[in-house]
Every structure is written in C-alpha cells, then in structure tokens.
C-alpha cells in the first residue's frame, strides 16, 4: 500500500526519518497506492491519484487505528460503476478515536464516509475530523459518523440517495450520533429519498450538546415520504443557529416537509432562514425570535 519516491526519500534522508514516508503538498505522509486498502497503524496517509472503484460490497478504505489523519489530497475515490446497488463503502472504521478525512472527492457509494461505534450510545468511538470532502452521488447516506466530540465542517454533500439495496430508502445527507458533536458550515444539496422513504438533509439523534450552525441545506425531496432540511431527535441542550434551509417549493401531495424539526424543549434555535416547507420550524425553543 506504501510507496516512497525520490524526492521524498531525500528529504527524509536529510531529515534523519526512514523511508516509509512521503511528502504530499506539505505533509509527510504514506501513499495509499491500491484500493481496497487497510490503515492499520497511526500516521498521515494521503492519495497521489483517482481511484475509479467497482466493489459492490467491499470497503475501499477501512481505519483500523487511531490518531490517524487521511488526506485525500484533492482527489477522487469513486463507485459509480457499482450501480445503484452497492453496498460498500468509502471510508470506514469502528470503534476508533481522532481520525481526520480532508480534502478531495467521495463518490458513488452506498454510504460516502461512515466511522461507527459498536454500541449505542458510542462508548468508544470520539474526536473525529471530517472537513473540506465533497460527497457527491452517494446512494444511502453521505457522512454517518458515531462518536463524541466530533467535527463535521465545511464539506459539500451533493446528490444524496436513490439506493436500490433495499425497499423504501431514506436519504441522508448528514447524520451525527453521540454527545458533543458539532456540525459546521456545510452545504447540502438535493438529498433524496425511494418509495415511502424520508429524505434528510442533516439529522442528528442521541446527541445531548450538539452544535448545528452556518450550514446551507437546500433540495430536500420525499416522493411520498417525510422531508427535513435539519431533524434532531433524542439531542436534549442542542444549538441551532444561522443555518439556511430552503426548498424549492412547499410540496402540494400529502408529502411533510420541514425546515427545522427538534423534538426537545431544551434545543434552542437563533438566527435560521427557513423557506419553502409546509412548516418552517417545529419544536425546540426560540431563543431570540429572529428566525425567518
């Protein structure tokens, strides 16, 4: 999976570090060369080209370490040749803790990045970093992180949903689940559902201290299903601010569509543009009355 090239190899000579090694932009870092690849020890690792992925089933990147940083350095790892079908996955872990995904492009999979705990709540699994990815044409669901104290931000999630695994599939662009989470200055865009499934542009549930604050969510479509720009669920003391959600249209079949949907009296909200949902805000408390 590691290669090191001259260059590289020079300045780590120069630098008295060994050979496994190898500067990408202005990282150190090890080269995932092949896929499906396993990061099995801590460290940065890091793409030097596109990957065009066909698996149906099996992971491309699986971390199986903690404190370990993935750059993607600006490029691609894409499954759309695995059809509408697939059931692998871009990035996966479990029960890891601090890993970082950043910059470069996910694409075509039945769920884009998913780090996961084994039980519910997360016991385990804490300190993530998923910033500056775009997800796009992800069948099922885009970012699914299980942790605590993790940081989504600044990612654009782009055509989510339309996985024919299984009946009925809701659409997700972003679900966090566990305490402390914060999910930041995203964009969000055209999250669809099949059937009778919901379509979510950010959810969080079983989240007591979640941060949700300057996203842009936007094309939230249900066929005959439920819509929800932001939906927060089982997330007491949570933080809603400066989000924009819109819709293209308040949806005229027996289709419900809300802005912000939080099933807590301790969740406060503050500073939210919502528009082009039958019901613009549900629950939670409004903090200042700002919101449009």
Same mark, same amino acid.
């Given at each position: 999976?590691?290669?090191?090239?001259?260059?590289?190899?020079?300045?780590?000579?120069?630098?008295?570090? /060994?050979?496994?090694?190898?500067?990408?932009?202005?990282?150190?870092?090890?080269?995932?060369?092949?896929?499906?690849?396993?990061?099995?020890?801590?460290?940065?690792?890091?793409?030097?080209?596109?990957?065009?992925?066909?698996?149906?089933?099996?992971?491309?990147?699986?971390?199986?370490?903690?404190?370990?940083?993935?750059?993607? @350095?600006?490029?691609?790892?894409?499954?759309?040749?695995? /059809?509408?079908?697939? /059931?692998?996955?871009?990035?996966?872990?479990?029960?890891?803790? @601090?890993?970082?995904?950043?910059?470069?492009?996910?694409?075509?999979?039945?769920? =884009?990045?998913?780090?996961?705990?084994?039980?519910?709540?997360?016991?385990?699994?804490?300190?993530?970093?998923i910033e500056d990815v775009r997800l796009d044409q992800n069948r099922y669901e885009a970012i699914n992180v299980r942790g605590n104290g993790c940081i989504?931000?600044?990612?654009?999630?782009?055509?989510?949903?339309?996985?024919?695994?299984?009946?009925?599939?809701?659409?997700?662009g972003i679900i966090v689940q566990g305490a402390g989470n914060r999910v930041l200055d995203n964009d969000v865009s055209g999250t669809t559902s099949s =059937?009778?499934?919901?379509?979510?542009?950010?959810?969080?549930? =079983?989240?007591? /201290?979640?941060?949700?604050?300057? @996203?842009?969510?936007?094309?939230?479509?249900?066929?005959?299903?439920?819509?929800?720009?932001?939906?927060?669920?089982?997330?007491?003391?949570?933080?809603?601010?400066?989000?924009?959600?819109?819709?293209?249209?308040?949806?005229?079949?027996?289709?419900?569509?809300?802005?912000?949907?939080?099933?807590?009296?301790?969740?406060?909200?503050?500073?939210?543009?919502?528009?082009?949902?039958?019901?613009?805000?549900?629950?939670?408390?409004?903090?200042?009355g700002t919101n449009f």
């Amino acid at each position: 999976m590691t290669r090191t090239t001259p260059a590289a190899m020079t300045m780590l000579a120069l630098m008295g570090l /060994g050979p496994a090694a190898v500067r990408a932009e202005t990282t150190l870092c090890t080269v995932i060369t092949s896929l499906p690849a396993t990061i099995s020890s801590p460290g940065v690792y890091c793409l030097e080209s596109d990957f065009a992925y066909t698996s149906a089933n099996v992971n491309a990147i699986t971390i199986a370490a903690n404190n370990v940083t993935l750059d993607l @350095n600006a490029h691609k790892i894409g499954d759309l040749g695995a /059809g509408t079908a697939t /059931g692998a996955v871009g990035v996966f872990a479990i029960n890891q803790q @601090n890993i970082t995904i950043k910059n470069g492009t996910i694409r075509g999979f039945e769920l =884009g990045i998913f780090i996961t705990d084994g039980t519910n709540p997360p016991a385990t699994s804490q300190g993530h970093l998923i910033e500056d990815v775009r997800l796009d044409q992800n069948r099922y669901e885009a970012i699914n992180v299980r942790g605590n104290g993790c940081i989504i931000r600044n990612n654009q999630v782009v055509a989510t949903g339309g996985t024919t695994s299984f009946a009925n599939p809701d659409g997700i662009g972003i679900i966090v689940q566990g305490a402390g989470n914060r999910v930041l200055d995203n964009d969000v865009s055209g999250t669809t559902s099949s =059937g009778t499934g919901n379509a979510f542009g950010i959810e969080s549930t =079983g989240g007591d /201290g979640l941060v949700v604050a300057g @996203n842009r969510v936007s094309g939230v479509v249900a066929p005959t299903g439920l819509e929800y720009a932001i939906n927060i669920t089982v997330s007491p003391h949570a933080t809603i601010r400066d989000n924009t959600l819109s819709n293209a249209a308040i949806p005229t079949t027996a289709t419900q569509s809300v802005g912000l949907s939080m099933d807590d009296a301790t969740d406060v909200f503050t500073g939210n543009v919502s528009i082009g949902f039958n019901t613009p805000y549900s629950g939670g408390t409004n903090a200042t009355g700002t919101n449009f």
